[in-house]
């Protein structure tokens, strides 16, 4: 039972669907994380769920890695083959299989990307609100339970799916959930599957939840003197109970490399709110009104709003490109990111103190955040070639986990953790990690499915393997 004989069986199988051609192995050896490459042994292209069980099945005769794929978008490692085997990847799989109008809900594999589940759905009068930002594919956004910046109004992953198909580490294929919108039967399956990044199973077929097309959609932009009076009107906004769709903080240094990265983005460098408001014409104008009035109440200035499709696309194109907008700051860099969570009273605390160290340091930290759920994503650019500027970005993203923490929130609000926050695990759940870790043995005894994410399992008391010897000399798995 060895890895080389399982891609011997793999490459019989499947033929022309599993590669171990080189280009096939770059481009699955590196995702958009800080880590160095961790090439498969080879790459597996599933058609069907049949195909993803004779994957699976295979690679469980011979205790071979199997780790999905889905855009290589993610920021803590969660799709790399950190012990090598074999990348399953699901972006074949990409079809809408049914939508329900009169349910609202969609059936999708797992390989269909946001934007392309977006064209789907264009004249259905019907969308699907998640938005990561990324065009992540929908099984790689529910693996790791995404959500983005239309979270504060119509929630996450973990609120969106409905019901999956998952093929376990056996090869067995369980459905969890139904077309029903509650149930009161059983265990959650699909919630423990939402968010366990591939470790638990390998999701086949989505449902999601829809919703109807909004009469109309206003956007607004706001600038403010500090990040404290940008976070006192979003409190005042969640607390009166203004059914915004998106609020988003942008920092200063932010506002900066927008206008680097796009000439004609001008607004001053100074932190601003982005926002997005949802419902009927008369709805959205009223709540225009009362934001405006909130933001200037709270030192807000220039603020601007807009409803033609066109001026909003360019606010949110801007936002949904910050880490290409964060690079601009410093070409060729290395980007190490981090997001934090925490409870929305907390959340200037928090910024405070990271902006605070930011600017004590020779190093550029770009922030953004979802500030109407308190959770904001620091960008450090790195040169990953000196030891120095990768000890201190290291340093800083530990620190700002801890803070966290210790303001009653989570290390993370939706990056996940992959192999990158490992070592906050404990702290953050105390021996409830280990409950995870005892699911993980009961499902994948073995450890075949994306090992090294989210738990580390010693199966007969063994430590957990170690990355290969290219990834421990960058090994961030702390950040």
Request: net charge negative; charged share 25%; with cysteine.
């Amino acid at each position: 039972m060895t890895v080389e004989t399982a891609m011997h069986r793999l490459r019989e199988h499947f033929g022309g669907s599993f590669s171990a051609r080189s280009a096939d192995i770059d481009c699955h050896s590196q995702d958009e994380s800080y880590f160095p490459r961790c090439p498969p042994d080879g790459v597996v292209y599933p058609n069907s769920t049949r195909d993803v069980v004779d994957c699976v099945r295979i690679c469980a005769d011979e205790l071979c890695p199997v780790i999905p794929w889905g855009a290589g978008t993610s920021l803590e490692g969660h799709a790399l083959a950190m012990t090598g085997g074999v990348t399953l990847d699901m972006s074949r799989m990409d079809r809408v299989l049914r939508v329900n109008h009169a349910d609202l809900h969609v059936v999708v594999q797992p390989g269909i990307t946001r934007k392309a589940l977006a064209m789907e759905l264009r004249d259905t009068g019907l969308f699907f609100p998640v938005d990561p930002g990324a065009d992540a594919t929908i099984g790689g956004m529910a693996a790791t339970r995404a959500s983005g910046t239309t979270a504060v109004r119509y929630g996450t992953l973990r609120d969106n799916v409905l019901a999956l198909e998952v093929v376990l580490a056996n090869g067995t294929v369980i459905r969890t959930g139904s077309s029903a919108r509650k149930s009161a039967s059983g265990y959650d399956l699909t919630a423990l599957f939402v968010g366990s990044e591939g470790t638990l199973g390998i999701m086949t077929e989505l449902t999601l939840r829809l919703y109807g097309q909004p009469e109309s959609i206003r956007a607004a932009s706001c600038a403010f003197n500090s990040v404290k009076d940008c976070v006192d009107a979003v409190i005042t906004i969640i607390q009166l109970g203004i059914p915004i769709a998106r609020l988003e903080l942008v920092d200063a240094t932010m506002i900066r490399g927008f206008r680097r990265w796009d000439s004609d983005f001008n607004m001053p460098e100074i932190p601003h709110l982005f926002m997005e408001f949802h419902g009927s014409p008369t709805a959205t104008d009223e709540d225009v009104r009362q934001v405006e009035k909130i933001t200037r109440d709270s030192g807000g200035q220039g603020f601007r709003w807009a409803s033609r499709a066109e001026d909003r696309k360019t606010l949110w194109h801007v936002r949904h490109n910050a880490y290409y907008a964060a690079k601009a700051l410093r070409p060729d860099c290395r980007v190490m990111t981090t997001d934090v969570c925490v409870p929305i009273s907390r959340l200037a605390e928090a910024i405070d103190i990271t902006l605070r160290e930011l600017d004590s340091s020779p190093l550029a930290g770009p922030i953004v955040g979802h500030v109407g759920d308190g959770n904001f994503h620091i960008t450090l650019l790195v040169d990953d070639t000196d030891p120095n500027e990768i000890a201190r970005a290291k340093g800083i993203a530990n620190r700002i986990n801890d803070r966290a923490l210790e303001l009653g929130g989570t290390m993370t609000g939706e990056h996940g953790i992959g192999a990158g926050k490992l070592d906050f695990m404990r702290k953050e759940h105390g021996e409830s990690w280990d409950v995870m870790a005892m699911i993980k043995q009961t499902l994948d005894p073995d450890n075949i499915l994306n090992p090294g994410k989210v738990v580390r399992i010693a199966n007969d008391g063994r430590p957990f393997p170690a990355l290969p010897s290219s990834a421990r000399s960058h090994d961030n798995r702390s950040v």
